[in-house]
Nanobody, 124 residues
Framework: QVHVVESGGGLVQAGGSLRLSCAAS????????MAWFRQAPGKEREFVSC????????AFVDSVKGRFTISRDNAENTVTLQMNSLKPEDTAVYYC???WGDGVFVDKDDYEHWGQGTQVAVSS
């Protein structure tokens, strides 16, 4: 079992940057693939990025490629989403998610554990 908590959201102007962090509890963090999803008002929750359990593989939704990076520190049980060149369309609640196993998983139904979310708002 793993429990995840997000932090780092806020309000930023278009073109700015934010760093989201996800802190996970548990002693088996390095066995979990970690991901970020987001949900804008009135829209479905969508995949943003994931990183495999060992950290060797990552994936991003096309709309954030080249702007967002994901990393993890298995010693500290943390995952970070660095978001640069933010756009108003990036505005959403961002959720950290975890699933047991090593791989690249982009479907929200693949993930077993979710945080409460952190709000990101990008003004134009």
């Amino acid at each position: 079992q793993v429990h995840v908590v997000e932090s780092g959201g806020g309000l930023v102007q278009a073109g700015g940057s934010l760093r989201l962090s996800c802190a996970a509890s548990g002693h088996t963090f390095s066995s979990y693939t970690m991901a970020w999803f987001r949900q804008a008002p009135g829209k479905e929750r969508e995949f943003v990025s994931c990183i495999s359990a060992g950290g060797s593989r990552t994936a991003f939704v096309d709309s954030v490629k080249g702007r967002f990076t994901i990393s993890r520190d298995n010693a500290e049980n943390t995952v970070t989403l660095q978001m640069n060149s933010l756009k108003p369309e990036d505005t959403a609640v961002y959720y950290c998610a975890a699933r047991w196993g090593d791989g690249v998983f982009v479907d929200k139904d693949d993930y077993e554990h979710w945080g409460q979310g952190t709000q990101v708002a990008v003004s134009s």
